[in-house]
């Protein structure tokens, strides 16, 4: 099993869909989920941080589900500007490490 | 702009040659990490300091590759005898690890090398 896997994509939606991202990661001991947003040719940049509860941020709910080791990001009512790839995030190894493992990111797509 | 810099943007060098990227991570993020990304795929993850202290280095940092953090603040990444597969983005994230249990990253805007 791939440490951190996505979806494929590319998701090419109509505006105003709603859009489903989904990931696995392969270490139970995970202990801090993200999912971050890069544009082209630009750096990553943190979307949302991934809580055990769910969580949402307007039209952005994201989902942990530590059983199965999957995360799930949910895009309402999508918009031209929500273009870009959206990573996967995982610190995988948890403890003190810190260091973060991405996934390859699904690129989405919004036309008019 | 407070965010984390990096220097160059861009460098273009040809096989053989030695470069040094620099990173200026936020001013009291303690935690610094180097990541290198390739086209199609998500940021490899490189190496990490702690102040001044490289706690963890990646097994994709072949000895060719050296990072320094010589007094906590700034950062070099230094890539000798480049090769044509170093070509990536390099990029640079910084954090203040110990405040929050999500240890939430910033990235730099990366350097994107080009070995000829």
């Known amino acids: 099993r791939k440490e951190v896997e996505q979806d494929p994509g590319p998701f090419n939606v109509p505006e105003g869909a709603t859009v489903a991202f989904n990931c696995t990661y392969s270490?139970?001991?995970?202990?801090?989920f993200f999912w971050y947003r890069q544009d082209c040719r630009k750096e990553p940049k943190l979307l949302m941080s991934v809580y055990s509860s769910g969580n949402e941020d307007g039209r952005f709910t994201a989902q942990l589900n530590r059983a199965s080791q999957y995360i799930s990001l949910l895009i309402r009512d999508s918009k031209l500007s929500d273009s870009a790839t959206y990573l996967c995030v995982v610190n995988l190894y948890g403890g003190s490490q810190g260091n973060l493992i991405f996934g390859k990111g699904t690129k989405l797509s919004v036309k008019p | 702009d407070t965010g984390v810099s990096q220097d160059p943007r861009h460098k273009i060098t040809k096989r053989g040659q030695n470069v040094t990227f620099r990173c200026d991570p936020i001013s009291e993020h303690n935690r610094l990490y180097w990541y290198r990304q390739t086209l199609g795929q998500g940021p490899e993850f490189l190496t990490y300091?702690?102040?001044?202290?490289?706690?963890?280095k990646s097994r994709l940092l072949s000895d060719r590759f050296s990072a320094e953090r010589p007094k906590g603040s700034f950062s070099t990444l230094e890539i000798q005898r480049t090769e044509q597969g170093d070509s990536a983005m390099y990029l640079c994230?910084?954090?203040?690890?110990?405040?929050?249990?999500?240890?939430?990253?910033?990235f730099g805007p990366g350097t994107r090398l080009t070995v000829l």
């Open positions: 270490n139970s001991a995970s202990q801090s």
């Open positions: 994230a910084s954090t203040l690890y110990g405040t929050s249990a999500l240890n939430e990253q910033f």
């Open positions: 300091f702690q102040n001044e202290a490289q706690l963890e």
